[in-house]
């Protein structure tokens, strides 16, 4: 820690933080006996410019809810849930509750009476195979192939469907494009794979149309689900993948398309071999993802993994759930991971209670998120060590773009972007109740950017979060907020110390537009070490000295609400009150070249017990009074030695 500064006393003048003539405004009873400073002219201050200060947070969006989302009332900012109330139902065999519906249904279309579906093609060649059937069968209506390999796969033509009953099938589906395999429902009817060294059941034998399965289970199969590759397109229609080995599916290669609607995809299971794997999904290599009602819950190590430059995946109604971590050694557990240049767009998806990490993305390559109407939640940390628990993470070149965006009950980070060419751009977005790391107590931070990182935020509101709200450092890292609120920032559970609002270091900057900071612990805004912070309309309110104050860290108390060590700070229009200690902050850092450099104009500090707390010999006192009120302070300025807030620690990728 940077203990006190030690500089000498300075004689003020007479007229310390007084106007030049009388401004007719009210005596301040504070030990420095002078009067509260206006401006020359004799007219109050401004003070902050900011719409919705009285509501206490900015006009966060997240509403009108999605078709079929919950609204949640009773918070700071109406929020939306693609559940009802009691939360995703626990369906039976066959079933699912997907995002926006009422309840559990059918996955696919529902049992028919009969052995088949009711809706085969009446124009068209279908191939019929019943499991209940005698064998010797030749395919029709009336005598149905027994299993799988009795259908000669390779001489479908396109437009071809190969019907299947009711009953389980061992066996693989090896589809020519533009082949249909549907079955008379996902509850009743089971292709298994086989147990032989294949390396999927589902696959497509050549490019073309895509080939089409519906209506079935792929269950407990000993290989991959689906592996598809070569620029060949499949479709799963009302598919239940459960229990696969090692991949539900893999799709890989420019041109090649997977499309899924009302599909789950769950449980998979790790390698026999080595315990690893178990990823729901993995795209690479330029192929293409487009999910529309997907559910992938349970399975492990990664649900949704996506690699490589030109590989898309979007997903429309979207929930990614309950990853487990790898079976080897209890470590990952991401819901959605993209690396390497590939690209993810959402659109109402909710990521929930998966491990480590919710969504990451890294380069090298321009990876990108681009989410809207997303939830991030309850992502608990590692398993393995207790680390992390992020629910957003990017590094390296990876970016994010969201709108309508709630990041709520995760570990360690909030969202975090780490290494030059990472940027993030949030509309409408709440990050809250972010809790520390299960490993030590550390952390809990709503927004953390670092080595060159950029964060644009409109309509910001961080919430209940623990150590930093918002938390910057190393040069080239830059924010600019406009309409943002911290507020509630508690200190760190582990040792009870900091607590911040926002902290901004190491060269680091922000500019900030109507910013609201309140009830943070320490610091509400920090400069530090050669950072640049520059606000225009900003209230920082109710700063308290830190959880561990009168226990464990007696000289790391604080309770200021703006203050720079070493770094510049620049704030026009603003209001300064409640803090516990010092209302204005400044000091040099003895292990740091450059001095501190703040600047107000046009506001108000008031009942902090010191207005400004000045410890740099020979400041200029008149950059504290630009037109600027100091009003019911214990003290308007003092040099006291008091404790100068340290530098927080950035958090290892």
């Given at each position: 820690?940077?203990?006190?500064?030690?500089?000498?006393?300075f004689?003020?003048?007479?007229s310390?933080?007084?106007?030049c003539g009388?401004?007719?405004?009210?005596?301040?009873?504070?030990?420095?006996?002078?009067?509260?400073?206006?401006?020359d002219s004799?007219?109050?201050?401004?003070?902050?410019?900011?719409?919705?200060?009285?509501d206490?947070?900015p006009?966060?969006a997240?509403?009108p809810?999605?078709?079929?989302?919950?609204e949640v009332?009773?918070?700071?900012?109406?929020?939306?849930?693609?559940?009802p109330?009691?939360?995703a139902?626990?369906?039976?065999?066959?079933?699912a509750?997907?995002?926006g519906?009422?309840?559990?249904r059918?996955?696919?279309d529902?049992?028919p009476?009969?052995?088949?579906?009711?809706?085969?093609p009446?124009?068209?060649?279908v191939v019929?195979?019943?499991?209940?059937?005698?064998?010797g069968?030749?395919?029709?209506?009336?005598?149905?192939?027994?299993?799988l390999?009795?259908?000669?796969?390779?001489?479908?033509a396109?437009?071809t469907?190969?019907a299947?009953?009711?009953?389980?099938?061992?066996?693989?589906?090896?589809l020519k494009a533009g082949?249909?395999?549907?079955?008379?429902?996902?509850?009743?009817?089971?292709?298994?794979?086989?147990?032989a060294?294949?390396?999927?059941?589902?696959?497509?034998?050549?490019?073309?149309?895509?080939?089409?399965?519906?209506?079935?289970t792929l269950?407990g199969t000993?290989?991959?689900a689906?592996?598809?590759?070569?620029g060949?397109?499949?479709t799963?229609e009302?598919?239940?993948?459960?229990?696969?080995?090692?991949?539900?599916?893999?799709?890989?290669?420019e041109g090649?398309?997977?499309?899924?609607?009302?599909?789950?995809v769950?449980?998979?299971?790790p390698?026999?071999?080595d315990?690893?794997l178990?990823?729901?999904?993995?795209?690479?290599?330029g192929?293409?993802l487009?999910?529309?009602?997907?559910?992938?819950?349970?399975?492990?190590?990664?649900?949704?993994a996506?690699?490589?430059?030109?590989?898309?995946?979007t997903?429309?109604?979207?929930?990614v759930?309950?990853?487990?971590?790898?079976?080897?050694?209890?470590?990952?557990?991401?819901?959605?991971?993209?690396q390497d240049?590939?690209?993810?767009?959402?659109?109402?998806?909710?990521?929930?209670?998966?491990?480590?990490?919710?969504?990451?993305a890294?380069?090298?390559?321009?990876?990108?998120?681009?989410?809207?109407?997303t939830?991030?939640?309850?992502?608990?940390?590692?398993?393995?060590?207790?680390?992390?628990?992020?629910g957003?993470?990017?590094?390296v070149?990876?970016s994010l773009e969201?709108?309508?965006?709630?990041?709520?009950g995760?570990?360690?980070?909030?969202i975090?972007?780490?290494?030059?060419?990472?940027?993030?751009?949030l509309?409408?977005t709440?990050?809250?109740?972010?809790?520390?790391q299960?490993?030590?107590?550390?952390?809990?931070?709503?927004?953390n950017?670092q080595?060159?990182a950029?964060?644009?935020?409109?309509r910001?509101?961080?919430?209940r979060?623990?150590?930093?709200?918002?938390?910057?450092?190393?040069?080239g890292?830059?924010?600019?907020?406009?309409?943002?609120?911290?507020r509630?920032?508690r200190?760190q559970?582990?040792?009870?110390?900091?607590?911040?609002?926002i902290?901004?270091?190491?060269?680091?900057?922000?500019?900030g537009t109507?910013?609201v900071?309140?009830?943070?612990?320490?610091?509400?805004?920090?400069?530090?070490?050669?950072?640049?912070?520059?606000?225009?309309?900003v209230?920082i309110?109710?700063?308290?000295?830190?959880?561990?104050?009168?226990t464990?860290c007696?000289?790391?108390?604080?309770g200021?609400?703006?203050?720079?060590?070493?770094?510049?700070?620049?704030?026009?229009?603003?209001?300064?009150?409640?803090?516990?200690?010092?209302?204005?902050?400044?000091?040099?850092?003895p292990?740091?070249?450059?001095a501190?450099s703040?600047?107000l104009?046009?506001?108000?500090?008031?009942?902090a017990?010191?207005?400004?707390?000045?410890q740099?010999d020979?400041?200029?006192?008149d950059?504290?009074?630009q037109?600027v009120?100091?009003?019911d302070?214990?003290?308007?300025l003092d040099?006291?030695?008091?404790?100068v807030?340290?530098?927080?620690?950035?958090?290892?990728?």
């Amino acid at each position: 820690m940077i203990g006190p500064c030690r500089c000498s006393s300075f004689v003020l003048a007479i007229s310390l933080l007084t106007a030049c003539g009388d401004d007719g405004g009210a005596s301040d009873t504070g030990a420095d006996g002078g009067t509260d400073g206006g401006t020359d002219s004799g007219r109050m201050a401004v003070g902050p410019n900011i719409p919705w200060l009285d509501d206490g947070v900015p006009p966060v969006a997240l509403t009108p809810c999605p078709t079929g989302w919950r609204e949640v009332t009773g918070g700071d900012v109406v929020e939306c849930d693609p559940y009802p109330e009691g939360g995703a139902e626990t369906c039976g065999v066959g079933e699912a509750h997907f995002p926006g519906e009422a309840g559990c249904r059918t996955i696919g279309d529902a049992c028919p009476a009969g052995d088949f579906a009711t809706d085969l093609p009446a124009d068209a060649r279908v191939v019929y195979v019943n499991a209940a059937a005698a064998a010797g069968g030749d395919g029709t209506l009336a005598s149905p192939y027994a299993g799988l390999s009795q259908v000669s796969w390779s001489s479908l033509a396109a437009g071809t469907t190969v019907a299947l009953a009711r009953g389980t099938y061992e066996g693989t589906l090896p589809l020519k494009a533009g082949v249909r395999v549907v079955g008379a429902c996902v509850a009743e009817t089971f292709v298994t794979g086989v147990s032989a060294p294949v390396l999927a059941v589902v696959t497509v034998t050549n490019a073309g149309e895509p080939a089409v399965v519906r209506n079935i289970t792929l269950l407990g199969t000993p290989q991959r689900a689906v592996d598809l590759d070569g620029g060949r397109s499949l479709t799963l229609e009302g598919v239940l993948i459960d229990r696969s080995s090692e991949y539900g599916c893999v799709v890989s290669g420019e041109g090649t398309t997977l499309t899924l609607s009302d599909t789950v995809v769950r449980d998979t299971q790790p390698s026999p071999a080595d315990s690893s794997l178990g990823y729901g999904v993995n795209v690479s290599r330029g192929a293409r993802l487009d999910a529309t009602r997907l559910i992938l819950a349970e399975n492990r190590e990664i649900s949704l993994a996506a690699f490589d430059a030109g590989t898309v995946v979007t997903v429309t109604d979207a929930v990614v759930r309950d990853t487990q971590p790898s079976a080897a050694g209890g470590y990952l557990g991401r819901g959605v991971n993209m690396q390497d240049g590939a690209r993810f767009e959402a659109t109402r998806l909710l990521v929930i209670a998966n491990r480590e990490v919710g969504i990451f993305a890294a380069g090298p390559g321009s990876s990108a998120l681009v989410l809207v109407d997303t939830i991030v939640r309850d992502t608990q940390s590692q398993a393995s060590d207790g680390r992390a628990g992020q629910g957003i993470f990017l590094q390296v070149s990876a970016s994010l773009e969201a709108t309508r965006l709630l990041v709520a009950g995760n570990h360690d980070i909030g969202i975090s972007a780490s290494r030059e060419g990472c940027s993030v751009a949030l509309v409408d977005t709440v990050i809250r109740d972010t809790a520390p790391q299960a490993r030590d107590g550390a952390h809990g931070r709503g927004v953390n950017l670092q080595e060159g990182a950029r964060l644009d935020a409109t309509r910001l509101l961080i919430l209940r979060n623990h150590e930093a709200g918002i938390f910057a450092a190393a040069d080239g890292t830059a924010m600019t907020l406009v309409d943002t609120a911290v507020r509630d920032t508690r200190s760190q559970a582990s040792d009870g110390a900091v607590g911040r609002g926002i902290t901004v270091q190491d060269r680091a900057s922000l500019d900030g537009t109507r910013v609201v900071v309140d009830r943070a612990h320490e610091v509400g805004v920090i400069a530090v070490t050669g950072a640049v912070v520059e606000l225009r309309d900003v209230s920082i309110t109710r700063v308290q000295q830190v959880a561990c104050a009168e226990t464990s860290c007696p000289e790391r108390t604080s309770g200021y609400a703006a203050a720079s060590v070493a770094a510049t700070l620049r704030i026009t229009g603003f209001e300064i009150r409640d803090a516990a200690v010092c209302g204005v902050f400044l000091s040099p850092d003895p292990g740091f070249p450059e001095a501190p450099s703040v600047d107000l104009q046009s506001g108000v500090v008031a009942d902090a017990l010191i207005g400004v707390c000045v410890q740099s010999d020979g400041y200029d006192l008149d950059r504290l009074t630009q037109d600027v009120e100091y009003l019911d302070n214990g003290t308007n300025l003092d040099v006291t030695m008091l404790p100068v807030p340290s530098p927080v620690g950035g958090i290892a990728p």
